[in-house]
């Protein structure tokens, strides 16, 4: 990449204090996101923050750039609609477990599919927070929630290997604990051509009782090239997303070059959708109408 | 006025549709007007086709209520069909493999069997599909069309395979049309062509053709019908017209992609049937949330459910209506024709661009799929685009850009994203001019009170930007038809049927469901002396749309929920036994009960018997009159047996097989 002149994180300040409890994970997430922006030269105008419904949905808000802030489970479907519409937008989608892989997974699965050029930050909390405590699709097996008083019956989903076997070409894991190495994570997501996901673990402080800060710590490392990690190879990549317990890996699972669903689109190559001229030429139309004749 | 409807039955793969387009075409350059509606069947194994081709000198607004030439492609079509054809008319058939029960034909009805076999020879071993083609010639020559203009329909649709398969076939149609020549007189149809060439399109087509040249730049679907043939042609034709297309992996995403592609500043459009709507509710009223341009279509089938997919109804009016919690702006368009739903659709583009909303397009089966010519300047390039107020470069002397500025209008300028300076949020929770929350941990009732306001007031300048509805015909008529969408065309020609009966009818249509002209559609109707509603479904949705918006109540119903469109001669009798004071009665009439057989005949005995003899039968053991089927066998006519069937609940009550 062309040296570029770093923006300062002071130009994504929205202006409006974040409503996320004081310690929530989501702090870090909104922390490195300017940083991952700043660091790219992004000018605010032209990155655009789409989020669904839940407490780390309204991210959006507290981010100076262009924002939309959608309904539960459909930002990502919103998010290729922007991005085909006008795909000079850096496009970057937040938002939670519930969102993303609930209500929402099936557009995750097909965006993944597509490797539409997108990034996806999803505040992993494993727990639906805004509505105050109920098991997600990620919370742990076993554990007793304001929905599960007996224990979650259900396997948590596994966001990597899911992105794996579903054509994701960037996929990566971060924690809110460390917000340089995920501002690293999401910047690497922004400016990798494709979509990418960064799933970071940010703790619900005040309905995860489970996961917490203490517990990620005790555990998390970083998957390190200089150690011999390939992040090319798929199996290692599928290995590492399924360990857990004791040590569960953070870093680039998974990078791959493919062609991106853009690049399939031929009326993409005279630029954005937005911006080219509405009017058919005469001989098209014509060409059209004589179809019918 | 001159006009002939041409009936064309068969199996599925029988080539019928192929068949119907050719005639349609070689009439329609010979500058006749065309109206073609495919049936589909559902009675017989195969999945049955019942194709009707009308054509006049005069435009034809429906496929009528007659039926002159039947050309049946099997035996199954020849016996259903052939007592239809009216007197003056005739029935072409291929005498090698089929036959023709002379006593089931009317009087005056001409039997014209063609040795395929025999005509074909000298083209060598030709495909089964090539009787169809003799038909044609056949009848090329007996309704007095001219042959030279079929084949030059037959050079057009088959020289993409090549100089030898178009020769092929306009020698087999002409071995047809010079059979039909030394064998028979023609029918006596003596057209004056205008040779004025219109274009054949079904209502997708135009809804396609009128998106792009309305400058449509994305296009959105999951397939289903009968919205599907929308995003066969966008598809077909997008590197062409610059226009993404996305088929997606369910409706809200079809929905949620649309409005993304609005958001960013494309012009965006998706398509959907009433099933894919239901899924796309929510996001709709998030498109009235954020005030994004996105046009939907939402093409009626039969429903509730899974419905009649293949069949058309207007019963959708209460789900796109009620379509999204809360209330928001929208607009609701019904399209009343062919042309109209080009017209339609580039209103739609404009409206949502220029009041920052969702308008959906309710079409249904019938306008949608239903091909017919329309003038040749119906499709045009010169349309009106009307992108709203764009905010293109903002600098801040009255501090910052207001995404949601509550002015008068309650339309706030909007900035397309990527716009330097005008940064903003927006958001499907309720905010501040500016896209700020007033959702969670602030709210704000007084701020809530003037967003909801300002957003809801565009309608006020919508409203007047639509044409009021206007009543068709004498003002002082005996009674006014209503109806609403697809029905325009149908009711014209019921009105047109009664008046010469010597009732004096007008008529009453309604294009916009949403936002309504309560005002006028009031006056109108409080000057009607009898009021009747014609609808496509089993509740009245429209009527009660129609009392809601005006307390006005409709003092009759003419209703069609067995998902076959109306015919004239539906609503003229019914107007008849209103104005009679006759009983309307809902029992199945013995060409009902005839249908129930063959039902009954497809599912328990195969298709190698047919119903014959059908005799009422009062009360006898039962606690209603039956319809008493004897089924024979098609071979060999002999009885297999006899079906009863209730003549008002429509239940089988027994089947009696005759003893081997």
Known sequence: MAAVVQLPIDLYESGVDPDWCPGCGDFGVLKAIKLAAGRLAIQPKDLMVVSGIGCSSNLPGFIHSYGVHSLHGRAVAVAEGIKLGNHALNVVVTGGDGDGYGIGIGHFIHAMRRNIDITYVVMNNQIYGLTTGQASPTTMKEVRTKSTPRGNAEMPINPLALALVSGATYIARAFSGEPEHMAQMIAGGISHRGFALIDVFSPCVTYNKINTYPWFKQRVYKLDANAGYNSTDTEAAFNKAFEWGDHIPLGLFYKDEQPIYEDSEPALKNGSLAHQPLELKREVFQELVKEFI | ?660
């Not at chain 2, 792009?212 to 077909?236: D, E, K, N, Q």
């Open chain 2, 1 to 660: 006025m001159r006009e002939i409807t041409i009936g064309i039955g068969g199996a599925a793969g029988d080539g019928l549709d192929k068949s119907g387009d050719t005639l349609a075409k070689t009439a329609a350059r010979l500058g006749l007007y065309v109206y073609a509606y495919n049936s589909y069947q559902s009675v017989i194994r195969g999945g049955h086709i019942w194709l009707r081709v009308r054509l006049g000198e005069e435009k034809v607004q429906s496929h009528g209520d007659r039926l002159n030439v039947l050309i049946a492609l099997n035996q199954d079509s020849v016996e259903r069909h052939a007592p239809e054809v009216a007197p003056g008319g005739a029935v072409l058939y291929n005498s090698d493999k089929l036959k023709l029960d002379g006593s089931l034909l009317k009087d005056n009805v001409l039997s014209v069997p063609l040795p395929v076999g025999s005509l074909t020879k000298p083209s060598g071993k030709v495909q089964p599909v090539m009787q169809n083609t003799v038909a044609l010639g056949a009848l090329v020559f007996l309704a007095g069309l001219d042959f030279d203009t079929a084949a030059n329909v037959l050079n057009d649709t088959f020289t993409h395979k090549g100089q030898a398969v178009v020769e092929q076939n306009v020698k087999i149609a002409r071995a047809g049309y010079d059979y039909a020549h030394d064998n028979f007189v023609p029918l006596g149809y003596e057209w004056s062509f205008s040779r004025i060439r219109r274009p054949f399109v079904t209502g997708n087509e135009a809804f396609a053709l009128g998106a792009v040249v309305a400058g449509c730049r994305f296009y959105s679907a999951y397939p289903m019908t009968p919205a599907s043939s929308i995003l066969h042609w966008m598809a077909s034709h997008a590197e062409k017209c610059g226009v993404v297309v996305k088929q997606c992996e369910d409706e809200l995403a079809v929905v949620n992609l649309a409005i993304g592609a609005g958001h960013a500043g494309a012009r965006a459009m998706c398509g959907t049937s009433g099933g894919g709507f239901a899924l796309m509710t929510e996001a709709i009223g998030q498109a009235g949330m954020i005030e994004t341009p996105v046009v939907i279509i939402e093409v009626q089938r039969g429903g509730p459910s899974t419905g009649v997919p293949t069949k058309t109804e207007q019963a959708d009016l209460n789900q796109v209506f009620g379509a999204s919690q809360g209330d928001y702006p929208r607009c609701i368009i019904a399209p009343t024709s062919t042309t109209d739903c080009f017209d339609s659709v580039v209103e739609a583009f404009n409206l949502a661009e220029k009041y920052q909303l969702p308008v959906t397009i309710i079409s249904d089966l019938l306008v949608s799929e239903h091909p017919e010519t329309v003038e040749p300047d119906a499709l045009h390039q010169d349309v009106p685009i009307d992108r709203g107020q764009l905010v293109t470069s903002f600098n801040e002397p009255n501090g910052p850009y207001k995404r949601y500025a509550f002015t008068r209008s309650g339309i706030s300028p909007r900035a397309l994203p990527g716009t330097e300076g005008t940064l903003y949020v927006s958001a499907t929770d309720d905010h501040d001019e500016g896209g700020i929350l007033i959702s969670d941990v602030f709210t704000s009732p007084a701020v809530r009170r003037k967003v909801q306001e300002k957003r809801m007031r565009k309608l006020d300048a919508l409203l007047a930007e639509l044409t009021p509805p206007i009543l068709q015909g004498p003002a002082d008529a005996d009674v006014t038809l209503i109806g609403w969408g697809s029905t325009q065309g149908v009711i014209e020609e019921a009105v047109a049927q009664l008046a010469q009966s010597g009732i004096n009818a007008n008529h009453l249509q309604f294009k916009y469901v949403y936002p309504f002209h309560s005002a006028e559609a009031s006056a109108i109707l409080r000057g009607c002396k009898k009021t009747i509603c014609v609808e496509g479904n089993y509740s009245g949705q429209f009527a009660r749309h129609l009392r809601a918006e005006t307390g006005f109540t409709v003092d009759e119903h003419i209703r069609k929920y067995d998902c076959e469109p109306f015919e004239p001669h539906h609503i003229v009798e019914q107007v008849k036994a209103i104005l009679e004071g006759r009983s309307r009665s809902n029992d199945l009439t013995v060409d009902e009960a005839r249908e129930m057989a063959y039902h009954y005949i497809r599912t328990r005995l195969g298709d190698k018997a047919r119903p014959a003899a059908i005799a009422r039968h009062e009360p006898n053991g039962a606690d209603e009159a039956t319809w008493n089927i004897e089924i024979v066998s098609r071979e060999t006519l002999e009885k297999r047996g006899e079906l009863s069937i209730g003549v008002e609940t429509g239940t089988t009550y027994w089947w009696h097989p005759v003893s081997a």
